[in-house]
Every structure is written in C-alpha cells, then in structure tokens.
C-alpha cells in the first residue's frame, strides 16, 4: 500500500496514528537540526518533519529531497505547534519514520504554485506540471463536477445518452471542416464533426425522443480566449417540443448548475428579440452587467449643420455615468481604440455634461447648447455624465463599433464583476445572413433551422426579412449555448436548400440521407447545445477556456507539448496514396 491516507484528509482527531504519505515535494525548510517537508497530492498539503536527533540518517535523505521528488513517506500524526490556517492540515504533522524516494524529479522549469513565474507557453509545454498546480486542477474539478450534475439532470429527464460517430462525411455551411484521408479508399476523406447535428435529428427519426451527448466537435477556425480547433458541447435532442418546452427545460438545468457550483440563484431569465439585441447593445450576445444602452440619434444630430453626421445612416450614443472628468488623454485614448483596426470607426464624439451645468465638446462649433441640451435629454444624461457618439453608413456594423466602445467602457468602470451573472435568451434571429465573401445569403445557424410559420411566405420575395425559431443562452455577454427548432418536412427544407443555392442534386448528394429520413414519419423536434467549456469557465471566473480544457491548443491550434500538428514521414503519405504541394506565397 503506497499510501493510508492523502495530504489533505488528516486532522488533529487523528494525532497519534501511523499513516503513510505519498506525493510530491512542495518546497524544503532546514531550521537548526529539523527539516520540515511540504508534501502536496491532487487533495492538499500536509507538513512533514524530519528530526536529526531522533534520526540523523533520515534527516540527511530528507536534506537531498529536491522539488517536485515523488516519494512516500511513514510517520506519526501529532499537533502542529506553530499552525496554519491557509491549509486544511494546518493543525498537525507528520512526524517522518521512514522514506522513500519513488522518484526523482529535474528542477522544474517554473514554481508549481499558484502565482507561478512561467509564462503561457511554458506552462503549456510542460501542462503536466501545470495541472499539478491547486489553480488549475480546481478548474479540472469543476469540469468534471459539472458533467456528473448534466449528466444526472438530463438522465432525470428521461435523456439517453449516446455516442455518434467522430469519423463523417464533409458538411457545407458552417466553419472548416478538419478532413482525415481514408487509406482504404484513397483519394477520399472523412471529416471531423463540427457537431452532431444531422446525426441527432435521424436519432429524433429513430424514435429515441429524448438524446443527449458530452460531446467532442472540431472546427477549423481562427482562434481566440473562448474558441479552440476541439471543444466540448453538450449537445441535447428532443422530440414532440415546441420552443418554450426546450427554452424551459435548458433554463432549468442552467440554474440548477449556478445553484450547485456557486451557489447562486438564478432569476426566470428574460427573452429579448436579436432585433431589439442589436439595436440596445449592438450586439446578439448583450452584456447585461451593467446598462449604457445605446440611444439612436439621428432626429436630434441629423440638423445639416455637421457633414459627418448629415451623411450617416445611423448616429448612436452611450452615456457613461459619473464620467464627465475624463481628460483630455483618456478621451484620445477612447478615439485610438475606436479606430483601431479591431474597432474600425473613423472617430469618436464626445460631449461633457460637466457637474456645474456647462458644457464642452468636441462638436461645440457645429451645434448650440440648445441643440447640446436635446442630445442630453435624448440620452437621459445628468450632470457629471459624459455621452460618447459613433457614426457611420451602415447602421449595424455602427452597432457592432459602439458595442466594443460600450465593454471597454465597462471593463475600465469595473463593471464586468465575474461573480454577477446575467443570463437571458436571445430570440427570433433571421434566419439567413448575407455572406460577403460567398456574396449569397448563408444560413445564420445552419440549413435545418424551422424558419418562423408566420414568416414562410416571405421566402421566395424576401428571404432576408425570415425569422428563425432558433434561441441562444447568452451569459454576461458570452454565448454559452444556443439551439432551435428543426425543419422536419422534406418539402420544406428542399425549399431552405433552394434559398441557400443549393442544386437538387447537390443537396440530395450531401444530405440526401437525412432527406430520405424524413420521408418515414419524422417526428417535430427541437434541439440546444451548450458549450462545456464555455460554461465551466464563466463558472470558474476564467478569462480563457483553455484554462478549464486539460490540454488546449495555444491561439495558431499547435499543442506545443505534444508539437501537433507535425508532418508525415514519407510512408505514411505513400499508403494514403497523398502528395504534399505545399503553395510557396509570391
């Protein structure tokens, strides 16, 4: 037996008993003839001792323990004179009798604490020392605790759940497939799932009723904090439901896990249009933290009397409370960063509605204190408050810039408190978008969305003004999960193929299976997925999921302990019958 007991369990009731420790070592203090051991395993610290007068041989052996040594070690529980509160152990120690080392360790190359000194991509090349660090395990746990409550949620409601398959066919729309050649039958591919999502709706057709999965979806996108090549989503089916019953349902298990994790009762959430989410916060996943919503205001700045306005098609505030004693220099640099290029504005006005009743501006030249006065009004601005305005000639993409304005307003405000949650449900999306690069209209989620029945009509005419049953769980501003009701008539969705340019051929060869599927009695189903990860580190106050994912890929996909992605050796393309012509860039 390697072990009695873990480093976090024992206390003072146990003072007196023989145990046995293994782990590794925390750090070595040497106090005149005493060494005393920091032994740290996934469960805690516990102190040991090492006397040179009780035994001056053992004592020398603890001298040559260096950081990070795995050993096991026998001793006695007794009362820890001097103790410590920060650990769960602090009250006792381990009086050491015997030790062995079961394995040495190099010097790492950054402490294993929770303030370590290694950077990012040093702690990812050697994650497995990473994760033997409190704050990261934590994370580790809290991941796992929360699929065993999905797991036990969902079977409570009556879900099965069910593996399908990583190894499918290539899907348009979307994100990049990830392709895998099929040495068995060269010259094809297999692609990584970007979900399950065609696969979830036969098992609707098979009769299941009710699906769920932990499952595994792959994407070839560029990365950012919240978005990696693989990630986890819990991915759910139901039949014979209409959009509350899924909305109702998800709502529960949300506020099931904010009780259960963090203790946190969770209001019934509200539903807010994507219009009215675009047009209050410029965005379809709204921060709700913290208010500035915007204030249209082009009947009060659209006068003729200031080109730059007279020429936009959308004018649009903020007002930032209490601000009004922003310098000079914080308001340059709120201009830099609204025409940085992750912005892209063309400038920022200003107006300080200052705390004696005066006025300045950067547009005092072009209107009155008048004209100044019914901006101020409009925007229900007080005294001390400062309004910040944006323009442009395309209303959302003006949205989109002010709401960057909007979070970096609240992120210097403090307003973005990680122990706030907000939660809502963004509704009635369109269910097409315009593709600039593809120059055609492109499914908002994907080609099986339930257009709204109210709106079918206007699919041939107007494919642009469709709404889409479709809902997303959106969390202090991150959108956490997302779904919708499924076009489950074959007449239907060849008409959705039509609107999205697809040949009949085309979609009878790339869905083809799943049309025919319909055509054996297809239940109406609906469906939602949540992103684990997303959700673990909204949770755990993460800035980036790659903190709650054991090991992530860094931010251009390479796993820089394993250095993946890698080349083939040449017999490796010879059986996949695979040339490599890599472009050289001119």
């Not at 099986?448 to 009509?457: A, G, K, R, V």
Request: aromatic share 8%; hydrophobic share 40%.
């Amino acid at each position: 037996m390697y072990r009695s007991n873990t480093c976090g369990e024992l206390r003072l009731s146990d003072a007196g008993k023989n145990v046995t420790l293994a782990g590794w070592v925390q750090r070595s203090r040497k106090m005149g003839g005493m060494t005393f051991i920091d032994l740290r395993d996934r469960f805690g610290i516990t102190q040991l001792v090492f006397n040179e007068a009780d035994d001056k041989a053992l004592c020398e052996e603890a001298n040559k323990l260096g950081r990070e040594f795995c050993i096991q070690v026998k001793g006695i529980v007794s009362e820890r004179q001097s103790k410590n509160n920060k650990i769960s152990t602090g009250d006792i120690e381990i009086i050491a009798k015997e030790l062995q080392v079961l394995s040495p360790s190099l010097t790492p190359p950054f402490t294993i604490e929770d303030e370590t000194d290694g950077g990012d991509d040093l702690r990812m090349k050697y994650r497995y020392l990473d994760i033997r660090r409190n704050a990261v395990r934590k994370n580790l746990e809290l991941r796992h605790r929360m699929t065993i409550l999905i797991r036990n949620f969902l079977d409570s409601k009556q879900f099965m759940e069910i593996e399908t398959p990583v190894l499918i066919g290539s899907t348009p729309e979307g994100a990049r497939d990830f392709v895998v050649p099929s040495r068995m039958n060269p010259g094809q591919f297999y692609a990584l799932p970007q979900s399950p999502q065609t696969l979830k709706q036969l098992l609707m057709v098979a009769g299941i009723d009710r699906y769920f999965q932990i499952a595994k979806c792959f994407r070839d996108e560029d990365l950012r904090a919240d978005r990696q090549p693989e990630f986890t989503q819990i991915d759910c089916e139901m039949s014979f439901v209409d959009q509350d019953d899924v909305i109702n349902l998800f709502e529960d298990m949300a506020r099931h896990l904010f009780k259960e994790i963090r203790g946190v009762d969770i209001p019934k959430m509200q539903q807010m249009t994507w219009q009215e989410a675009m047009k209050k916060y410029g965005s379809d996943k709204p921060d709700l933290r913290f208010g500035m919503e915007f204030v249209e205001l082009m009947d009060v700045l659209k006068l003729g009397k200031f080109g730059v306005f007279d020429e936009a098609a959308y004018i649009g505030g903020i007002c930032v409370p209490g601000c009004a004693n922003y310098t000079r220099k914080q308001l340059d640099q709120l201009t830099d960063f609204v025409k940085s290029q992750q912005v892209g504005a063309k400038g920022l006005v200003y107006i300080k509605y200052n705390e004696d009743g005066s006025v300045k501006s950067s547009i005092d030249k072009f209107y009155t204190t008048d004209d100044l006065a019914k901006v101020k009004e409009a925007m229900g601005a007080n005294n001390g408050d400062l309004v910040l305005i944006l323009s442009g000639d395309k209303p959302n993409k003006t949205r989109t810039q002010l709401c960057s304005l909007r979070l970096e307003m609240g992120n210097r405000l403090g307003l973005m408190d990680k122990n706030v949650f907000k939660c809502l449900w963004i509704v009635d999306f369109p269910l097409f978008e315009w593709s600039d690069e593809e120059q055609r209209l492109m499914a908002t989620h994907h080609p099986f969305t339930m257009p709204n029945p109210d709106d079918i009509p206007l699919l041939d005419e107007h494919p642009e003004q469709v709404r889409a049953k479709a809902y997303d769980f959106v969390c202090n501003g991150i959108e956490v999960g997302g779904g919708s009701l499924r076009i489950h008539d074959t007449k239907l969705q060849e008409k959705m193929f039509e609107v999205l340019g697809f040949t009949p051929e085309r979609a009878e060869a790339q869905f083809g299976f799943l049309m025919n599927a319909f055509k054996y009695g297809a239940p109406p189903h609906a469906g939602l997925a949540f992103g684990l990860d997303r959700f673990v580190s909204i949770l755990a106050g993460l800035d980036s999921i790659r903190d709650c994912i054991a090991f992530p890929k860094n931010n251009s996909g390479r796993d820089v302990m394993l250095d993946a992605p890698s080349a083939l050796d040449m017999k490796q393309l010879d059986e996949l019958q695979i040339k490599v012509d890599l472009h050289q860039e001119k």
